[in-house]
């Protein structure tokens, strides 16, 4: 990495010889020494995103477009109307490379890090989701390393802060063995009067940070996120922040009291980039100037200089910009709740960041130059080895149709996580409705309304390797299909992008195409992009080993009334069962391949979008009408796959007729284990079948009568070429003790 010089110090920076030409020449001088950290870390790709900001423009702005949206792109978090004076905030972050060196505090400052992005809109931090993707786990101790400190850091954190985990999604693959991908969401809720924007608008406001003491832990770490993990060693550790939730749930107490006052005009957290992001993005966005006294901020090192106090990234901080008239106001409840503060300065209208070290001048810009950092085009080009893995077929199956659900069922990607969400509060706040395992999303109450909300996170990465655009449409209706299985309506969506090297054209090209599938599939379903975040350079390069790509996909649901809730469990004896959506031959990606036959390729899902909106319509509609009893989207491993996730809850079995259920062209494991992306298997009332058949008709929907639920412990498929039964018990028992084996050290 190129040295910089000023004054006789020195320091490496992440900058390329350009960019190092184009900053002098903007600054119309070379920058003095914490100049230089500070562009270093703001052009970082963490920061900046100057490589795919010209794709994300693809998402149109949210909020010239949907009225319900208060907060969009660019904000720390989106933020959405949903009526009578309630608003939600929600927003998704990954800290993949902290995670993968350190995964205890990676994670857990990565929930810290999205809980205070929530505050910093002035909402309450309600929930949180964790979509994560690891290695495989069977016989590989570093995966299970992985695996059990990720998920101990963020139940520590969430459990400590008091904020349940609702839901999310782990993949495992050997893509991501030395880069494991861990992204966080969170869900906030607050008045609509209670907004602050992520900026400082107002000369005269007071600027104070609030929170815990700067020290050096966390320098770098935005750049250290910005290469390669193989260009890192154990000197990159101190790069990871160290977590605090004790401090965090005063810190949340203490934000949301403040907010409540009326004098909070702006609210930024210390997060990557520490107080040179927070500085630089509030003045910026702003429009106006601050000049503050490094010496003011309160560290817990002696000598630390203004480049680290700058830099550091040290957690549980916030900058808070204060109406003069309440400033006393405010700051006797942090006092209060005994957190520190420092009243840094005033906001001006000088359109300067001046920072200085008591007498002499340490920063002295226009912060845009810090917070609109020039974007880089890059090339893109589809990888050749695309079109061998696509034309893979599929080998001639040696197995019983029982063998294979027995061997899915229990495989990594398809059993029960509970192993994962048991760590997890899931149920602290009484707001959890829908609790993890009882439905394909999370559903939260709004305390005092009869609003509900759910969230839901993930997406099929195998799919998105075959074919990123419309892998990444699939990842929109997946989740989609999510929130509508428990009768709720999508309105709005953020995502995680998670990839290779920009750098590389095939890694960029990747990027790009699932962000036109996201922005393709979200525009034809009218809902609003609000928010989202890219992590890049999730690759090992000595292994030649890239991520596959990942594009997380998180929607909000909404709906009025309990009684419109659906859950997943087959709930009554004698009501039938409905196919929804139509199978094609789409074993691409699909965990029968990757089980059965350790095979990657095959022909893909495509997404007929179309098909999905009346689909989706058209549940919502039956299920006000009190027509349907249970829904489950189908996922990996097949509709049987759901069937049976469906019966384990209440111990029902299914009697299944297959025959005249699917084009004769497919062969019966292409019906039974495709991954075709927007079915749905439904338990409908018996009273109601009739009337649910002629409103199926009527939306000219692809739908199959499959069978009926009984009493028996059993699972009977009928008329196939090899007919055969599925004990749930063995089934179930698979199902449960999978992880917790694995993880115990038993297989």
Same mark, same amino acid.
């Given at each position: 990495m190129p040295i910089v010089e000023n004054e006789g110090e020195t320091v490496e920076v992440d900058l390329t010889e350009e960019e190092i030409k184009k900053i002098k020449s903007l600054l119309g001088r070379d920058p003095y020494i914490t100049e230089w950290g500070m562009f270093d870390v703001m052009g970082s790709e963490h920061c900046s995103y100057k490589s795919s900001r010209p794709k994300l423009k693809l998402f149109e702005p949210a909020e010239e477009n949907y009225d319900y949206v208060l907060a969009g792109p660019g904000q720390d978090a989106g933020v959405v109307d949903i009526g009578d004076d309630y608003c939600i905030a929600f927003r998704i972050e990954s800290h993949n490379h902290p995670s993968a060196i350190e995964p205890y505090h990676g994670a857990a400052t990565g929930i810290g890090g999205i809980i205070r992005d929530i505050l910093c809109m002035g909402m309450r931090p309600i929930a949180l989701l964790d979509p994560l993707r690891f290695g495989r786990l069977k016989n590989n101790s570093h995966s299970q390393w992985l695996l059990k400190y990720v998920v101990k850091g963020i139940a520590d954190y969430g459990n400590c802060t008091g904020i349940p985990t609702i839901g999310g999604e782990v993949e495992f693959d050997h893509s991501f063995e030395n880069n494991c991908l861990v992204n966080v969401a969170c869900i906030g809720v607050g008045k609509v009067e209670d907004l602050a924007p992520s900026r400082a608008s107002k000369p005269g406001d007071?600027?104070? /940070?609030?929170?815990?003491?700067?020290?050096? +832990?966390?320098?770098?770490? !935005?750049?250290?996120?910005?290469?390669? /993990?193989?260009? @890192?060693?154990?000197?990159?550790?101190? *790069?990871? @922040?160290? *977590? +605090?939730?004790f401090s965090k749930k005063l810190i949340i107490e203490a934000t949301v009291e403040a907010v409540k006052t009326g004098y909070i005009r702006g609210l930024k957290d210390l997060g990557g980039g520490g107080l040179s992001c927070a500085s630089s993005e509030l003045t910026g966005d702003g429009g106006t100037g601050i000049e503050f006294d490094v010496n003011k901020v309160f560290t817990r090192e002696p000598n630390m200089t203004p480049f680290e106090i700058m830099l550091s990234e040290s957690q549980e901080r916030m900058m808070f910009i204060v109406k003069a008239e309440g400033l006393e106001t405010i700051l006797e409840i942090f006092k209060k709740y005994e957190t520190p503060y420092a009243v840094l300065g005033k906001i001006n209208n000088s359109k300067l960041l001046r920072v200085k070290n008591a007498d002499k001048i340490v920063v002295e810009l226009d912060p845009t130059l810090l917070s609109d950092f020039p974007v880089i085009i890059r090339e893109e080009k589809r990888p050749e080895f695309l079109n061998d893995l696509i034309n893979q077929k599929t080998p001639e199956r040696t197995l019983k149709f029982d063998g294979i659900i027995y061997r899915l069922i229990a495989s990594e990607n398809i059993c029960s996580k509970e192993w994962i969400y048991r760590q997890y509060d899931h149920e602290v706040? !009484?707001?959890?409705?829908?609790?993890? &395992? +009882?439905?394909?999303? &999370?559903?939260?109450?709004?305390?005092?309304? %009869?609003k509900f909300i759910s969230g839901s996170a993930g997406c099929n990465s195998k799919h998105c390797f075959l074919d990123p655009y419309e892998g990444a449409k699939g990842a929109v209706v997946e989740i989609g299909c999510n929130i509508v299985s428990n009768g709720l309506k999508p309105i709005a969506m953020v995502n995680c992008c998670n990839f290779g090297n920009p750098e590389k054209p095939t890694s960029f090209w990747y990027f790009s195409e699932c962000v036109k599938g996201m922005a393709d599939s979200i525009k034809f379903f009218n809902i609003p992009c609000v928010g989202g975040n890219v992590s890049f350079y999730n690759e090992d390069e000595v292994l030649q080993k890239v991520i596959k790509p990942t594009p997380i996909i998180m929607l909000l649901g909404y709906i009025e009334g309990q009684e419109n809730i659906i859950t997943l469990p087959f709930k009554k004896a004698g009501n039938p069962i409905f196919l929804i959506g139509e199978t094609k031959n789409e074993l691409g990606g699909s965990e029968y391949h990757s089980v059965i036959y350790n095979i990657e390729g095959g022909t893909p899902p495509k997404v007929n979008l179309d098909s999905t909106k009346r689909t989706w319509d058209f549940l919502l509609e039956v299920n006000k009408k009190g027509y349907i009893r249970s829904v489950h989207d189908v996922n990996k491993g097949g509709?049987?796959?759901?069937? /049976?996730?469906?019966?384990?809850? %209440?111990?029902?079995? *299914?009697?299944? %007729?297959?025959? +005249?259920?699917?084009?004769k062209d497919l062969t019966s494991e292409q019906f039974l284990f495709s991954e075709s992306v927007g079915r749905f298997i439904i338990e409908v009332d018996a009273d109601k079948i009739k009337e649910f058949i002629a409103l199926i008709e009527k939306n000219k929907l692809y739908f199959k009568e499959i069978g009926v639920i009984i009493e028996e412990m059993q699972i009977k498929i009928k008329r196939l070429e090899e007919n055969f039964n599925l004990d749930i018990m063995i089934a179930k028992n698979l199902f449960n003790s999978t992880l917790p084996r694995i993880m115990e050290g038993d297989m």
């Amino acid at each position: 990495m190129p040295i910089v010089e000023n004054e006789g110090e020195t320091v490496e920076v992440d900058l390329t010889e350009e960019e190092i030409k184009k900053i002098k020449s903007l600054l119309g001088r070379d920058p003095y020494i914490t100049e230089w950290g500070m562009f270093d870390v703001m052009g970082s790709e963490h920061c900046s995103y100057k490589s795919s900001r010209p794709k994300l423009k693809l998402f149109e702005p949210a909020e010239e477009n949907y009225d319900y949206v208060l907060a969009g792109p660019g904000q720390d978090a989106g933020v959405v109307d949903i009526g009578d004076d309630y608003c939600i905030a929600f927003r998704i972050e990954s800290h993949n490379h902290p995670s993968a060196i350190e995964p205890y505090h990676g994670a857990a400052t990565g929930i810290g890090g999205i809980i205070r992005d929530i505050l910093c809109m002035g909402m309450r931090p309600i929930a949180l989701l964790d979509p994560l993707r690891f290695g495989r786990l069977k016989n590989n101790s570093h995966s299970q390393w992985l695996l059990k400190y990720v998920v101990k850091g963020i139940a520590d954190y969430g459990n400590c802060t008091g904020i349940p985990t609702i839901g999310g999604e782990v993949e495992f693959d050997h893509s991501f063995e030395n880069n494991c991908l861990v992204n966080v969401a969170c869900i906030g809720v607050g008045k609509v009067e209670d907004l602050a924007p992520s900026r400082a608008s107002k000369p005269g406001d007071y600027a104070v /940070l609030m929170g815990n003491s700067t020290g050096r +832990d966390g320098i770098h770490g !935005v750049t250290f996120a910005s290469r390669t /993990l193989t260009e @890192q060693s154990e000197s990159d550790r101190p *790069a990871v @922040q160290i *977590a +605090d939730p004790f401090s965090k749930k005063l810190i949340i107490e203490a934000t949301v009291e403040a907010v409540k006052t009326g004098y909070i005009r702006g609210l930024k957290d210390l997060g990557g980039g520490g107080l040179s992001c927070a500085s630089s993005e509030l003045t910026g966005d702003g429009g106006t100037g601050i000049e503050f006294d490094v010496n003011k901020v309160f560290t817990r090192e002696p000598n630390m200089t203004p480049f680290e106090i700058m830099l550091s990234e040290s957690q549980e901080r916030m900058m808070f910009i204060v109406k003069a008239e309440g400033l006393e106001t405010i700051l006797e409840i942090f006092k209060k709740y005994e957190t520190p503060y420092a009243v840094l300065g005033k906001i001006n209208n000088s359109k300067l960041l001046r920072v200085k070290n008591a007498d002499k001048i340490v920063v002295e810009l226009d912060p845009t130059l810090l917070s609109d950092f020039p974007v880089i085009i890059r090339e893109e080009k589809r990888p050749e080895f695309l079109n061998d893995l696509i034309n893979q077929k599929t080998p001639e199956r040696t197995l019983k149709f029982d063998g294979i659900i027995y061997r899915l069922i229990a495989s990594e990607n398809i059993c029960s996580k509970e192993w994962i969400y048991r760590q997890y509060d899931h149920e602290v706040g !009484v707001r959890s409705v829908v609790k993890c &395992g +009882d439905g394909d999303s &999370g559903v939260l109450r709004i305390i005092g309304t %009869n609003k509900f909300i759910s969230g839901s996170a993930g997406c099929n990465s195998k799919h998105c390797f075959l074919d990123p655009y419309e892998g990444a449409k699939g990842a929109v209706v997946e989740i989609g299909c999510n929130i509508v299985s428990n009768g709720l309506k999508p309105i709005a969506m953020v995502n995680c992008c998670n990839f290779g090297n920009p750098e590389k054209p095939t890694s960029f090209w990747y990027f790009s195409e699932c962000v036109k599938g996201m922005a393709d599939s979200i525009k034809f379903f009218n809902i609003p992009c609000v928010g989202g975040n890219v992590s890049f350079y999730n690759e090992d390069e000595v292994l030649q080993k890239v991520i596959k790509p990942t594009p997380i996909i998180m929607l909000l649901g909404y709906i009025e009334g309990q009684e419109n809730i659906i859950t997943l469990p087959f709930k009554k004896a004698g009501n039938p069962i409905f196919l929804i959506g139509e199978t094609k031959n789409e074993l691409g990606g699909s965990e029968y391949h990757s089980v059965i036959y350790n095979i990657e390729g095959g022909t893909p899902p495509k997404v007929n979008l179309d098909s999905t909106k009346r689909t989706w319509d058209f549940l919502l509609e039956v299920n006000k009408k009190g027509y349907i009893r249970s829904v489950h989207d189908v996922n990996k491993g097949g509709f049987l796959i759901t069937i /049976l996730e469906m019966s384990f809850p %209440n111990e029902l079995g *299914a009697d299944l %007729n297959l025959y +005249d259920c699917f084009d004769k062209d497919l062969t019966s494991e292409q019906f039974l284990f495709s991954e075709s992306v927007g079915r749905f298997i439904i338990e409908v009332d018996a009273d109601k079948i009739k009337e649910f058949i002629a409103l199926i008709e009527k939306n000219k929907l692809y739908f199959k009568e499959i069978g009926v639920i009984i009493e028996e412990m059993q699972i009977k498929i009928k008329r196939l070429e090899e007919n055969f039964n599925l004990d749930i018990m063995i089934a179930k028992n698979l199902f449960n003790s999978t992880l917790p084996r694995i993880m115990e050290g038993d297989m």
